[in-house]
């Protein structure tokens, strides 16, 4: 089984790998791509940020930069207590090589298959708790990998059984949606070359403001 997934999995790249000489249609930040099937160079996470107090706004509005070009829409970004939400964004598989998502071919391969998606924390912490002048930050970068399992439609009948004896006269019509599910998400994991890779980008985007 093993084998025939890398197999499936070197055919799908190969087609891919065509949409990645495609020129963007629209302007914007140009962010390098991370490589997929190449694991990013491992960082501690959470990450130290040797910076002093005052600059906590400098970090804060380069992790808000760094998510919206990675394609992650902000739910929640709270300065005062150092965390940001942001909205769950379905991972892109391997037909989508041009789209952020994570560098790892195995979960590329994964989100190809089936519907999963990512849901990403980050908490800012003071490395100093008595807020000392030079204390720096701890940054962690959390990444969820959650699996759609679809259940029943809402709506459905199967399983009821055939003969009712409801009164038929005042029966009102009712177009069932097809595409009405409730569906339901499993945590699978975190996905950590997504979190590597967004540690080494958040890292670029502070070296680019010191120059």
């Known amino acids: 089984m093993k084998r025939a997934l890398q197999l499936v999995a070197l055919v799908l790249l190969a087609l891919a790998m065509g949409c990645q000489n495609l020129s963007p249609t629209i302007d914007g930040p140009v962010m390098p791509k991370a490589t997929i099937g190449t694991m990013p160079m491992q960082d501690q996470n959470p990450v130290f940020i040797p910076l002093p107090k005052h600059e906590y706004g400098r970090v804060m509005d380069a992790l808000l930069r760094v998510l919206y070009d990675y394609g992650f829409e902000i739910a929640e970004a709270n300065r005062y207590s150092g965390h940001i939400e942001a909205v769950p964004r379905i991972a892109p598989g391997i037909l989508l090589a041009a789209k952020p998502g994570s560098p790892d071919l195995y979960d590329r ?37 959650e699996l759609e399992v679809l259940m029943n ?39 950590v070359a997504l979190e590597q890779e967004l540690i080494r980008r958040f890292k670029d985007a502070l070296a680019r403001c010191d120059r």
């Open 109 to 145: 391969l994964l989100s190809t298959a089936q519907t999963y998606r990512h849901r990403l924390t980050v908490i800012i912490q003071p490395a100093d708790p008595q807020g000392a002048e030079h204390g720096g930050y701890f940054v962690e970068f959390v990444v969820r990998k």
């Open 153 to 191: 439609p809402i709506k459905s009948s199967i399983g009821v059984a055939a003969f009712r004896n409801e009164q038929t006269v005042d029966r009102q019509t009712e177009v069932i949606d097809a595409g009405v599910f409730d569906p339901m998400w499993l945590f699978r994991g975190r996905d």
